[in-house]
């Protein structure tokens, strides 16, 4: 149990477009979804934290109007990187958590900005 | 500030040993929790095991073991009779206590990459 989806698992998108990825708990209610990046041989940066029905809570130093998170279920949360540039270029990872302390974390999707 | 402390960037381990990745955090909360997470190079991360700060023992999961010292602030994973398929980045991470501001987040680690050869 306690599997969670992205989509896509890679995309390439022209600089100045927007790319939208979705975060999916297939078996279970996810009352909150994180979504991270990673930058090559680095650590996971949370961007923000998002709760079914609320307004995401956002990092320091995340544009949340770059960064669009919406939540509008308990089983799916969308990530939109709008007007993407090449330095948005990462792996963009999120996790979801239902009650417990554990989080499960989607496989992750690679976006590259030509 | 930096709240979890992974100190070995790289680390080679033979086949059939062990090895032991530090890591070290710091918190004033009494309630949290320590997790280890294993990314291989398909990114994907894989939970290996979890330590809470009012567990009073250490905790095990087949070849990963925690060394938990809570007076030292340190969260060591050991693994057990290393595999060529444990080659991978490994994180420590930390989750506070549950509250409107943090919803349970975790914050990571630098990482510790280990390849183990044969």
């Known amino acids: 149990g306690a599997v969670v989806s992205q989509h896509p698992s890679w995309v390439i998108c022209k600089s100045g477009t927007s790319v939208k990825i979705e975060c999916r708990s297939l078996?279970?209610?996810?009352?909150?979804m994180f979504w991270y990046r990673q930058f090559p041989k680095q650590s996971l940066m949370l961007m923000a934290t998002?709760?079914?029905?609320?307004?995401?809570?956002?990092e320091q130093g995340v544009e949340k109007d770059k960064f669009l998170i919406n939540h509008a279920s308990l089983t799916l949360s969308t990530l939109t990187v709008t007007s993407a540039h090449p330095e948005d270029s990462s792996f963009y990872i999120c996790?979801?958590?239902?009650?417990?302390?554990?989080?499960?974390f989607g496989p992750g999707t690679r976006l590259t900005v030509t | 500030a930096q709240k979890i402390t992974q100190t070995q960037p790289g680390m080679f381990v033979q086949e059939k040993e062990a090895v032991t990745l530090d890591c070290t955090y710091d918190?004033?909360?009494?309630?949290?929790?320590l997790f280890w997470y294993k990314q291989p190079s398909s990114g994907e991360m894989i939970f290996l095991i979890y330590?809470?700060?009012?567990?009073?023992q250490n905790a095990t999961e087949g070849r990963y073991s925690l060394n938990f010292q809570k007076a030292r602030k340190s969260a060591n994973l050991v693994i057990s009779a290393s595999q060529l398929g444990d080659s991978a980045m490994y994180f420590c991470?930390?989750?506070?206590?549950?509250?409107?501001?943090?919803?349970?987040?975790?914050?990571f680690g630098a990482g510790t990459q280990v390849v183990v050869t044969p």
């Open positions: 996790s979801a958590r239902h009650l417990g302390p554990e989080q499960y």
């Open positions: 078996d279970f209610q996810a009352t909150t």
């Open positions: 998002s709760n079914e029905g609320s307004k995401a809570t956002y």
């Open positions: 918190t004033s909360d009494p309630s949290y929790g």
């Open positions: 330590q809470g700060s009012y567990d009073q």
């Open positions: 991470a930390m989750r506070e206590a549950v509250t409107t501001d943090s919803w349970g987040k975790l914050q």
